[in-house]
């Protein structure tokens, strides 16, 4: 199993910027290390298919289900 934070601060980034709070490098690390286990198809927004593509959702459900966390409460 890989964790990783996203979140972290920075302090010599200026005090109203987004790249105080969120580790870059660890967005990447998840983004490698997801990219082949993600189902892919073709998302349509706004009329515009995306073939390969992937949402929030799929992340979402792929991460709650190597984690072994019941999602039948909804």
Do not use: C
């Not at 580790?23 to 998302?43: E, Q, W």
């Not at 072994?68 to 909804?74: C, K, P, Q």
Request: hydrophobic letters at 35%.
């Amino acid at each position: 199993m890989i964790y990783v934070s996203i979140w972290y601060v920075n302090d010599d980034a200026p005090s109203s910027s987004f790249s105080q709070y969120v580790d870059f490098k660890g967005l990447l690390h998840i983004a490698v290390h997801s990219k082949d286990k993600l189902p892919r198809g073709t998302h349509v927004t706004g009329g515009i298919p995306y073939p390969g593509g992937f949402t929030g959702k799929d992340i979402a459900r792929e991460l709650l289900i190597n984690h072994d966390i019941s999602t039948s409460d909804r």
